[in-house]
């Protein structure tokens, strides 16, 4: 374990730093790869363990090839000092790195502003690039030097591998009875505690008090979450009426924590009520239904334990912690009657977990989801991409019903979005614009009914939306992947639709430009670039291209052998 014996065996060695790459991206690239000869040299597949960042994002940052995202360097340099044992150096490390990337993330844009357009840009457009970047530059230098030692502007960043905060309770019942609120609130607390304190890679801490209005909760968790660096933020909020007790946790999850499906983060309650009792208006809560309230809050904490294992890749473990979460929901319902639980998003995340192996089953968990929360949309695209997803869109093989099903929550999903009831999430658009348009195409493909139209249109759809959306990295950086799957789904419109294969390979093309473009190394982002490749040479062959049918089978061979090349843990 880190820390401890020799140093860990390394594995293939690592190629050249690219010469002809830009000083800085060299400079910050030997930099990384010495930190992680300094901690041992662990392979970049321990790396990904130890620092909850994909094995293939970590030795791209170490490349030279682009600058890595600050949330990159992060992980790199968290996983490499985990393995050395020297994680109490995190918080004087971790702002000096943020510097040196800031840095090299000024060079990097003012290389960029610098490239030559085909129309150059007007004396003044020049002038406030100019003056931006020079801004920067002193924003950068008053923040590197402006604070005292010691000191930092706003909370230290939390440095676990998951990490939890607990934002200040709310409490909606007078002032008489507040301290109920304060003993639910610290049984979560104490729950959270216990499991982290057997857990080296979980760190809680509790945010500053301050008064967060219910009705701009959503912001105000995000806000908190990106102050910590937190993957998960609870606030537990606590209502008595004259007959009831409800006290409802409410969860925000971190685009980062969610991998693949960012579009699943955000906020989500999960909610129980339960009667009290009043007495000459004084209120006496039966201990059965206080005990209760106590395991319920145990399931959430279940739950909040599920998010890490799925955070960290391990589906099998987050299935088998969301699956104890609910049966302890189970507990609490039966227990004393009349209690009402609210926890739709355990049933959209073991619908997510399974997903994979079991799209059949993920479908039921999606409608059990549903069936709690009509207006859930992230349930809505589950189950749209459960019923969609297995298909294999060929003549007499494809299922007509479950298809147009798929359309039907895809729908759904956006009409609830336009309802102006929820936050705007722009993500969870493109992906349902994304899977109306492979639903039509799929019902092409197999001669259901003709749909190359109406799957260009979301195509184009897609691409819209990708470029007007304001994400975070995480989520952006999955945007970017759904607009590369349009452009290679207008691509085969015109390959399997129209017959035109110069315009399907110019289609193939800017989609694996685009993805080439994506800061991360992932095994999903390599096999989808297969299928495009494989596309593309289909194209060039049908145009009698030999000299590009060649090119496109060495970037076959040569993509084949990365994917083989990542690891199992981490990487795929």
């Not at 990708?466 to 349009?486: P, S």
């Amino acid at each position: 374990m880190p820390g401890a014996g020799p140093p860990a065996r390394r594995g293939r060695k690592e190629a050249l730093i690219d010469p002809a790459a830009p000083e800085h991206r060299r400079v910050f690239a030997q930099r990384l790869r010495d930190l992680r000869i300094e901690c041992q040299a662990p392979p970049y597949r321990v790396l990904s363990v130890l620092s909850h960042c994909a094995s293939g994002t970590l030795s791209e940052a170490a490349g030279g090839r682009r600058l890595p995202t600050w949330e990159t360097t992060r992980a790199y340099v968290i996983g490499c000092l985990r393995h050395a044992g020297r994680e109490d150096e995190l918080a004087r490390v971790l702002p000096r790195w943020r510097i040196d990337w800031e840095h090299a993330d000024l060079a990097e844009r003012g290389r960029h502003a610098e490239r030559p357009t085909v129309a150059a840009a007007p004396p003044t457009r020049r002038r406030w690039r100019r003056g931006r970047l020079l801004l920067a530059a002193v924003i950068l230098l008053v923040t590197a030097t402006s604070l005292p030692a010691g000191e930092a502007a706003g909370p230290a960043a939390m440095t676990g591998l998951y990490n939890i905060v607990l934002a200040p309770r709310g409490w909606h019942g007078g002032d008489r009875y507040a301290l109920l609120a304060e003993r639910l609130d610290g049984s979560i607390d104490r729950d959270l505690r216990a499991w982290a304190g057997a857990m080296s890679s979980v760190q809680i801490r509790r945010a500053p008090s301050e008064t967060v209005a219910d009705d701009a909760a959503d912001a105000a968790l995000r806000r908190i979450a990106a102050e910590h660096g937190a993957d998960v933020v609870l606030r537990p909020v606590f209502r008595l009426t004259a007959d009831r007790l409800s006290t409802t946790v409410e969860i925000f999850i971190a685009d980062r924590t969610l991998a693949e499906t960012p579009e699943f983060a955000g906020r989500h309650d999960i909610s129980v009520s339960e009667p009290v009792d009043v007495v000459d208006q004084n209120l006496s809560l039966n201990e059965s239904l206080t005990a209760a309230t106590r395991r319920y809050l145990s399931a959430v904490v279940l739950f909040v334990r599920g998010l890490g294992s799925y955070a960290l890749a391990d589906f099998p473990a987050a299935e088998q912690q969301f699956r104890r979460a609910g049966h302890e929901f189970d507990t609490v319902a039966g227990s004393v009657g009349d209690q009402h639980i609210r926890r739709a998003v355990l049933h959209l995340m073991i619908g997510n977990a399974v997903g994979r192996q079991d799209p059949a089953g993920a479908a039921g968990y999606f409608r059990r989801a549903l069936a709690e929360d009509r207006g859930y949309r992230r349930a809505e695209i589950g189950l749209a991409e459960a019923l969609r997803a297995p298909d294999p869109c060929a003549p007499g093989k494809s299922d007509a019903r479950r298809l147009h099903e798929a359309i039907g929550h895809y729908r759904r999903s956006l009409r609830l979005g336009r309802a102006g009831r929820q936050a705007p999430n722009p993500l969870l658009d493109v992906k349902a614009h994304l899977g109306l348009g492979l639903t039509a195409q799929c019902l092409s493909l197999a001669g259901i009914e003709p749909g190359w139209e109406r799957a260009d249109a979301e195509f184009a759809e897609v691409l819209r939306l990708q470029r007007g959306a304001d994400l975070t990295a995480a989520a952006d950086r999955h945007a970017r992947w759904l607009a590369a799957e349009a452009r290679a789904g207008q691509a085969l419109d015109a390959l399997a639709g129209t017959g035109s294969y110069a315009e399907a390979a110019a289609g193939f093309e800017r989609a694996l430009a685009m993805m080439n473009r994506i800061d991360a190394l992932r095994s999903t982002y390599l096999e989808r670039k297969l299928v495009f490749l494989q596309n593309l040479r289909f194209a060039y062959q049908h145009l009698d291209d030999a000299d590009a049918t060649m090119r496109t089978d060495r970037r076959i061979a040569d993509t084949e052998r990365r994917l083989s090349a990542l690891p199992a843990i981490g990487g795929r």
